[in-house]
């Protein structure tokens, strides 16, 4: 079977960074000839994610799902890199498990596969060895690495990339891999150190995808606040945004998975008021109180992060603000328990998500002591998911009165659309009070008349 023959069904399961990678491997395939489709499929490629534990319950049921159509299922990602052989021994259902190694020559690996051979799955490793953290080194792993699909060639920078999405809005990915040594956190093992992208790679991708008809960026990486400090500039970040800001076609820029303890306040401003640029901190707090933060090895508490919120607004009082946070982390006391819920009465963030903590291999967290059992964390992640979502469905409702500008990401049985505080997938969306002509892609003001939970009520201005 030729290349040209091979069609391959994409399914990309997890975050915006793995929506990244599920384009590079699409824009791989493509260039060597294959052809991505939706059904009747020659080979299933899954794109796993290996986060948390129902993530990676999610991608084995979806890998065993996709067996049972009788097409060979091949799993990359996440989960394939974090377990490779292990989990290639224990589901069977996988063609084959490949890992972040094998996305530079995926047309082969699938080919292989394809014509009946072996191919072997990674050996879980601890990637944080593999990649250079210093710019002297950066040649040592050119632009084969997951994240880093742009190569130099005549011209100027090449993006290798192919869109799956036909939304105007695009993850971008800044940079791959992170430094910090959160206690409860996997990811640095098996994505490796943190790795800027350069700016003129993430510039011509920008292009790129405004040609495409993106009018939204979304700036992802394990951890965007560190940009540039692998280059040797801090202030990398500031200069990025300001630049994406200024590409042709684009109409918003939005970073996100920022770093509280490492938001200096000319990035603070930087975000809250540079042109294109939308004022929106994706924080991620994790937890409140200062002790509890300490045992994760994070910093700040209620206070600090009460201090950081009050900066933002008062420089855009009307900014989105969201994060995340772990309930049931070992140790969590009442009183941990207590003073997380204060600070989310007080912080008044436009969305906010809540995990039970899981025991993840690897993590230090692993092992301490005073874990809490699954009924006790589902009792409280229960309770405070309740509470999170009155406190989201005030702060919308405080919003009633607001002029604000949406893009209209979809048109179907009613307009789907964004305020510029509200992310792609996560943050909630607006809806219009009465039938509009609007087109997807294009931003309307709109003054805000009601809410239904995280959801927005609004009419055209």
């Given at each position: ?7 391959v ?6 975050c ?20 991505l ?7 299933i490629?899954?794109?796993?994610c290996?986060?948390i534990e129902?993530?990676?319950k999610?991608?084995i049921?979806t ?10 299922v091949?799993?990359?990602g996440c ?19 490949l890992?972040?190694?094998?996305y ?9 596969v394809?014509n ?6 990674p050996?879980?490793q601890d990637?944080?060895a593999?990649?250079p953290i210093?710019p002297v080194?950066r ?6 690495q997951?994240?880093?699909?742009i190569s130099?060639g005549?011209?100027?920078p090449?993006?290798l ?7 105007p809005?695009?993850p971008l990915k800044?940079a791959?891999g992170?430094?910090r040594?959160?206690t409860?956190?996997a ?5 490796g150190?943190?790795v800027?992208r350069?700016g003129?790679?993430i510039?011509?991708?920008a292009?790129w995808l ?9 700036l ?6 560190s ?6 500039d801090?202030?990398a970040l500031?200069?990025l945004i300001?630049d994406?800001?200024?590409v042709?076609g684009?109409?918003w820029v939005r ?5 509280p303890?490492?938001l ?9 008021q540079?042109?294109g640029?939308v ?5 991620s707090?994790?937890?409140a109180?200062?002790p ?16 950081l919120i ?9 900014a ?19 003073e ?6 007080q ?9 039970g903590?899981?025991?993840e291999?690897?993590?230090e ?11 006790e964390?589902?009792s409280?992640?229960?309770y405070?998911s309740?509470?999170a ?11 009633i009165?607001e ?5 209209v990401?979809?048109l179907g049985e ?5 305020a ?5 997938e996560?943050d ?6 009465d039938?509009?002509s609007?087109?997807?892609g294009?931003?309307?003001e709109?003054?805000i008349v009601d ?5 927005l009520v609004?009419?055209?201005a």
């Amino acid at each position: 079977m030729s290349n040209q023959q091979i069609k391959v069904q994409l399914t990309s399961l997890g975050c915006a960074r793995n929506d990244v990678d599920s384009e590079e491997l699409a824009g791989r395939l493509d260039a060597a000839g294959f052809e991505l489709v939706e059904d009747s499929a020659d080979l299933i490629l899954i794109n796993t994610c290996g986060f948390i534990e129902q993530a990676k319950k999610d991608s084995i049921d979806t890998i065993i799902a996709a067996a049972d159509t009788g097409v060979p299922v091949v799993a990359v990602g996440c989960l394939a890199e974090r377990y490779g052989t292990e989990l290639a021994a224990e589901l069977p259902e996988a063609a084959a498990v490949l890992g972040f190694d094998d996305y530079p020559d995926i047309a082969t690996k699938l080919q292989a596969v394809l014509n009946g051979e072996k191919v072997m799955a990674p050996t879980p490793q601890d990637r944080r060895a593999l990649l250079p953290i210093t710019p002297v080194d950066r040649a040592a792993f050119s632009h084969d690495q997951p994240g880093h699909q742009i190569s130099a060639g005549l011209g100027g920078p090449k993006v290798l990339r192919k869109r799956i999405s036909t939304r105007p809005y695009a993850p971008l990915k800044i940079a791959s891999g992170c430094d910090r040594r959160c206690t409860f956190c996997a990811i640095p093992r098996f994505r490796g150190s943190f790795v800027s992208r350069s700016g003129a790679e993430i510039l011509t991708e920008a292009r790129w995808l405004a040609e495409q008809g993106v009018q939204e960026l979304v700036l992802v990486s394990e951890n965007s606040t560190s940009y540039g400090k692998d280059l040797g500039d801090y202030r990398a970040l500031e200069k990025l945004i300001k630049d994406l800001g200024k590409v042709d076609g684009i109409q918003w820029v939005r970073v996100t998975y920022l770093q509280p303890a490492e938001l200096r306040p000319t990035l603070v401003s930087a975000i809250a008021q540079t042109d294109g640029v939308v004022p929106y901190f994706d924080l991620s707090f994790q937890h409140a109180s200062n002790p509890l933060l300490r045992q994760m090895k994070r910093f700040g508490g209620t206070d600090d992060f009460l201090s950081l919120i009050e900066q933002i607004r008062e420089l855009a009082p009307t900014a989105g603000i969201r994060s995340n946070f772990i309930v049931g982390f070992p140790g969590e006391s009442e009183d941990d328990f207590a003073e997380l819920e204060v600070f989310l009465t007080q912080a008044k963030l436009d969305a906010i998500g809540v995990f039970g903590y899981s025991v993840e291999d690897g993590t230090e967290a692993a092992d301490f002591e005073n874990q809490h059992s699954d009924t006790e964390i589902n009792s409280r992640l229960n309770y405070l998911s309740s509470v999170a979502d009155e406190l989201v469905n005030q702060r919308a409702l405080s919003r009633i009165g607001e002029r604000t500008e949406v893009l209209v990401d979809s048109l179907g049985e009613q307009v789907e659309a964004r305020a510029s505080h509200q992310a792609p997938e996560t943050d909630g969306g607006v809806m219009f009070a009465d039938p509009v002509s609007v087109s997807v892609g294009k931003i309307y003001e709109v003054e805000i008349v009601d809410a239904v939970g995280a959801d927005l009520v609004a009419k055209l201005a």
